[in-house]
């Protein structure tokens, strides 16, 4: 077998055809595009007063920094390649200033006045006695009166308590050039690369349709608008007309990621628009335009499957978060238009009925971090908000209006990019084009070819990306039918990050539809560690788990270092439209929850697994009839 050390450098260095037909080299870069400061409203409500955008990009690259809640010198392990600083724009640096009295206040009425007077009397109050998360509840929509119609018409819909401070642009437009300052400061081509971007916080009646907008283009554009947020408008089709619209007026690109499908309701992908419209193509083309990634696993939860809709895949409820964005209780029902899979699903049969597909997105992982500390390793994670860094406060006493804490999450995840080098011009391209792929957090190389003939021994070939680029496409790309319509051929390698577990198996998953437009999918076991064998089912038997639930720790003496497999589809109709992508999965390790329990003295975490099977999803490539 080839050496770990050569694989790495043939995994991560490879060649790419460029639009003028020239070879150029492509390498993988990992990341996180969703990453929110001390400037965003419920990070600074969640005890984040200091971790500004400087803070997240020091940590970032590698640097120590204080923690801004237990103010503990804290590091990253492995720094990153690239960040996106993505504060929410709703009330974007809005807290922040009021606390330190840097707010521009404008003249309002004497009632009106008397309430945003009040309302700072009760923020400040609620900081001094530690109960900014309680405050934060305000802000937080009821569950809908009405089920399943639009929610942002529902009679119970809000947008909380942002206008009661009253016009706050002024205050957001200075925080904003704070942000780009420290992108600016930061970026360094070829080292490390700052995106700039922020969030727009759609969340209508708790129907979580958060994205991340980011933009490669540097100050002098970006300082030409304030970011779009939720309280201009809840619907994604305003979004991308902003964006549209600002983009020619400001010469500014932009794209923008969908995240936490998980907790949407069924809207992010549903079979009809977040109004209740039905899907046309110009709808589709559209999103398609704006939304080539999507964010498939982060800290809250993992966004693949579901078992309800993936019942013979064993690895489908992974991370499974049950936690709607609302004050109101109520049962965390699940639909396919939450998850990832589904919704590629669903994506092929909207295409069928209209002619273009909503959903033929890329994916990419990412942290959604409130510390400005972008931790995705276990053994290393400082928790979704500042408060819940800490083993003793991973559990708030009280004011938890969602009834989530930090023990219910894990430390996810990544975005990597196959990109030509590591600058914002080539990330954006390796977005726009979906050579992209996420990880819950180690640093697998993955690489995804499709194509019909690869050369004989090409997946263990020094020549390996070239042969891939070569003779097929990449993740993210498109396959037509071939004139002998044989089945196609995938060629996957993927290799553990230095500092990791192993790997204990490589997986594709196919999803179909037929001819009467009927939903399919099927999870092949295609190359595995050890001397396992597959059952009639096409089952394959556990790895095992060497953590020691006692100290933490766990060894590599299963699974192995890397994997390097050509496999053919055994059950392709050429007549039907599918999509393919490849999973990865490593060896069970500890979760930041038994580090935490054990810390504690606890037997168990109260709640959540000891251990965690990581894993990575690269983007898939489609396959289309004639």
């Known amino acids: ?92 640096g809005v807290m922040r200033a009021i606390r330190f009295e840097t707010i521009e206040w404008e003249e309002i009425g004497l009632i009106a006045s008397f309430k945003r007077w009040f309302a700072v009397k009760q923020l400040n109050g609620a900081l001094d006695d530690d109960l900014g998360r309680a405050f934060f509840g305000r802000f937080l929509p009821k569950s809908a009166a009405v089920k399943g119609g639009d929610p942002v018409a529902d009679i119970h819909n809000n947008i909380g308590g942002v206008a009661i401070f009253g016009d706050t642009s002024n205050t957001s437009r200075d925080a904003w050039q704070d942000i780009i300052g420290a992108a600016e400061k930061h970026n360094a081509p070829g080292v490390f690369t700052s995106l700039l971007g922020w969030e727009w916080s759609s969340l209508p009646t708790g129907a979580n349709l958060h994205r991340i907008v980011v933009t490669p283009e540097g100050g002098d554009k970006a300082s030409q608008y304030i970011p779009y947020g939720s309280d201009q408008s809840q619907y994604p089709e305003d979004l991308w007309q902003w964006l549209e619209d600002t983009g020619e007026r400001t010469g500014s690109r932009f794209i923008s990621i969908p995240h936490n499908s998980n907790i949407s309701k069924g809207y992010m992908f549903g079979e009809t628009t977040v109004k209740g419209q039905p899907i046309t193509a110009d709808y589709s083309r559209t999103r398609m335009q704006w939304e080539p990634i999507t964010e498939v696993t982060q800290i809250k939860g993992d966004s693949e499957t579901h078992a309800q809709f993936s019942p013979n895949d064993e690895f489908a409820d992974f991370e499974t978060y049950e936690h709607h964005i609302q004050t109101s209780k109520s049962a965390t029902a699940v639909s396919p238009g939450d998850y990832i899979r589904p919704a590629l699903k669903r994506g092929l049969a909207i295409e069928q009925k209209v002619g273009v597909n909503p959903y033929k997105f890329g994916f990419i992982g990412s942290t959604d971090a409130h510390s400005g500390l972008s931790s995705p390793e276990e053994g290393n994670f400082w928790g979704k908000m500042a408060k819940d860094s800490t083993p003793e406060t991973k559990a708030p006493v009280l004011g938890n209006p969602t009834g989530a804490d930090g023990w219910d999450m894990s430390a996810s995840g990544l975005a990597a990019v196959w990109a030509t080098e590591n600058s914002r011009e080539a990330i954006y391209a390796a977005f726009k084009r979906k050579e992209t792929y996420a990880t819950s957090g180690p640093r697998m190389r993955v690489q995804l070819f499709a194509g019909w003939d690869f050369p004989a021994n090409a997946e263990t070939s020094e020549d390996f990306a070239a042969m891939g680029y070569r003779h097929g496409v990449p993740m993210g790309g498109d396959l037509t039918a071939n004139a002998a319509s044989s089945a196609p051929q995938f060629l996957v390698r993927a290799v553990k990050g230095p500092m990791d577990a192993n790997l204990d198996r490589v997986q594709m998953v196919k999803g179909w539809v037929d001819a009467a437009g009927a939903q399919h999918e099927i999870v092949y076991n295609i190359d595995w560690s050890g001397d396992r064998v597959l059952d009639a089912s096409g089952k394959l038997p556990a790895v095992g788990n060497t953590v020691d639930l006692k100290s933490a720790r766990y060894t590599n003496s299963i699974g192995q270092a890397e994997f390097a497999v050509k496999w053919s589809d055994p059950d392709f109709d050429s007549a039907q439209s599918a999509f393919y992508y490849a999973r990865v999965l490593q060896i069970p390790t500890p979760r930041n929850g038994l580090y935490d329990s054990l810390a504690l003295g606890l037997d168990k975490p109260p709640r959540g697994a000891k251990t965690i099977q990581e894993r990575a999803y690269t983007s898939p490539v489609w396959y289309t009839p004639q």
Do not use: C
């Not at 080839?2 to 450098?9: D, K, N």
């Not at 595009?33 to 001390?38: A, K, P, R, S």
């Not at 690259?61 to 993505?86: C, M, W």
């Open 1 to 92: 077998m080839r050496s770990l050390a050569l694989t790495l450098l043939l995994s991560i260095t490879g060649l790419t055809q460029a639009s003028e037909g020239t070879d150029t080299q492509t390498q993988v870069y990992f990341g996180d595009t969703h990453l929110h400061t001390t400037y965003s409203f419920d990070a600074f409500l969640n005890n984040n007063f200091s971790a500004d955008p400087d803070t997240a990009y020091r940590w970032a690259k590698g640097e120590p920094v204080i923690h801004p809640y237990n103010r503990a010198r804290v590091q990253i392990d492995t720094p990153l390649d690239f960040l996106v600083v993505s504060d929410h724009a709703e009330m974007l």
